[in-house]
């Protein structure tokens, strides 16, 4: 069992940066592909940002390339940089973590969830 929590939203202006963590507990994810997802009121949750077990690769949606980078410590936390937010990047967002599978995470591929974390932009 992986325990995930995230951390690191609030509300910020656009064009302001935020970095989210996720830190995970219990059984080691070290071996898993970790990806970010997003869920605006009244919409599905997409798909971010994700990283593979060893960090060398890295996947990001179209809206987020170029803002956004994922990384991964050696211990069990991802985090998510984000800069030059914009209000449509309001979400909340969520890690979630895959055992098996190639190239970038779905949100149906994913076996832990963590409870999600409140990113509000401002215009």
């Known amino acids: 069992q992986v325990q995930l929590v995230e951390s690191g939203g609030g509300l910020v202006q656009a064009g302001d940066s935020l970095r989210l963590s996720c830190a995970a507990s219990?059984?080691?994810?070290?071996?898993?592909?970790v990806g970010w997802f997003r869920q605006a009121p009244g919409k599905e949750r997409d798909f971010v940002a994700g990283?593979?077990?060893?960090?060398?690769?890295t996947y990001y949606s179209d809206s987020v390339k170029g803002r956004f980078t994922i990384s991964r410590d050696n211990a069990n936390t991802v985090y998510l940089q984000m800069n030059s937010l914009k209000p449509e990047d309001t979400a909340v967002y969520y890690c979630?973590?895959?055992?098996?599978?190639?190239?970038?995470?779905?949100?149906?591929?994913?076996?832990?969830w963590g409870k999600g974390t409140l990113v509000t932009v401002s215009s």
């Open positions: 979630g973590a895959r055992q098996y599978g190639t190239g970038a995470p779905a949100p149906g591929e994913i076996y832990y």
């Open positions: 219990g059984r080691t994810f070290l071996t898993y592909t």
């Open positions: 990283i593979n077990w060893t960090g060398g690769r």
